[in-house]
């Protein structure tokens, strides 16, 4: 079986939950936790980490199967992983760290890689970026990297490149895959809240306000307390919700707090204020518990093998059924259930993107 050759930019929790994660399916061949066990005809053990990027000075230089468990990264360890062969090279810092993470990731003295020419000589099919957010421009380096080198580029964080029309040009002239944008986890904050609203709607129930609101304890976290860091991740988690929903309703969401000890636990809080029959009101109020790198990964196995079955068949620009499936802001919103079968789909050959 054809492997899938993929590249990491930025080795942080969900770098570390994924990396675990393949392994873990790699020994055990079942797909408990697992929306799909194979998207086409790859399975997660198909999968094999062939690059990494990093800034940290306690992560470049090591393989990655060490890196992964280097502060601050805090997420649960689900298995041993092997050495890989994978040195975690040096990557560009630009706007990678905010001023939050400066304090908790000392930068390594290495001179920067040339990203284009690693991506090449690993023989990368896809590059996964999972850099911190509000990494506007470190972003844009590596999905310039991933054109150059002629790697599919999902982009797991909220910087908007698969759904900004001149990126998806650029891509689509590159007859390259593109992917995104900003992950939505497999259980997560916003598909659950997307749920509560369409299911509102379809029901006839008004929805008159909403709120999320979410705190954990890892650098995500953290460095979300830089509030110019968040323009786009407001954005791309209100849009999600707001799409599910014909008329206009007053959202709040994002992040709110960081609280050390919650480590990689997220608790997100939705509230949901509406008018049924009668003009009668109803509320909800939903808490959500998970642990957020497994969270996002459970959904970046699925969006890989995607963004590799597009390659095979030689399709570029963005791919508007994976993206809706799996990431928040995509090029063209869908409830749930029409973007599951968009994906199956284009999986199974029925959807051209």
């Known amino acids: 079986m054809a492997k899938i050759k993929v590249a990491i930019a930025g080795v942080g929790n969900c770098a570390s939950a994924i990396v675990q994660g393949v392994h873990y399916y790699s020994k055990r061949g079942q797909d408990e936790g697992l929306t799909y066990w194979k998207v086409g005809r790859y399975t997660p053990g198909d999968i094999e980490f062939v690059a990494a990027f990093d800034v940290s000075a306690k992560k470049v230089g090591k393989d990655l199967s060490q890196a992964i468990f280097q ?19 040096r990557g560009p810092l630009l706007d990678g760290i905010g001023k939050y993470l400066k304090a908790v990731v000392p930068l390594s003295g290495q001179k920067d890689c ?9 023989g990368a099919d896809v590059l ?30 909220p910087v908007f490149i698969a759904s900004d029309e001149k990126w998806a040009s650029r891509f ?40 999320q609101l979410n705190i954990g304890g890892d650098t995500d976290f953290l460095n979300m307390l830089e509030e110019n860091r968040l323009k786009d991740k407001r954005e791309s988690k209100t849009s999600a919700v707001r799409a599910m929903s014909p008329y206009a309703v007053p959202t709040r969401i994002g992040p709110s707090d960081y609280v050390p000890f919650l480590s990689n636990d997220k608790v997100c809080y939705i509230w949901l204020k509406g008018t049924y029959f009668g003009g009668t009101p109803v509320k909800m109020d939903v808490k959500l518990h998970v642990v957020d790198a497994y ?3 459970g959904v970046m196995v699925d969006a890989i093998r995607g963004a590799k079955i597009a390659l095979d068949r030689g399709v570029g620009g963005e791919l508007s059924s994976l993206s809706a499936f799996c990431f928040k802001h995509p090029p063209v919103q869908m409830p749930y259930p029409a973007a599951k079968a968009a994906f ?9 993107r």
Do not use: W
């Open 71 to 89: 502060p601050p990264n805090n997420t649960t360890k689900i298995c041993e992983v092997p050495k890989l062969g994978v040195q975690v090279m």
């Open 114 to 122: 040339d990203v284009t020419g690693e991506l090449e000589r690993s």
């Open 128 to 157: 996964i970026n999972y850099l911190p957010v509000g990494s506007t421009a470190a972003s844009y380096q590596y999905a310039e990297a991933a054109i150059e080198a002629k790697v599919a580029f999902v982009n797991a964080i």
């Open 172 to 211: 689509a002239k590159a007859k390259i895959p593109v992917a995104g944008d900003d992950v939505m986890s497999q259980i997560g904050a916003t598909v659950l809240h997307k749920t509560l609203v369409k299911l509102a709607v379809d029901r006839g129930v008004r929805v008159d306000e909403t709120y």
């Open 295 to 297: 969270d996002s990964a």
């Open 344 to 352: 199956e789909n284009f999986t199974s050959g029925k959807l051209e």
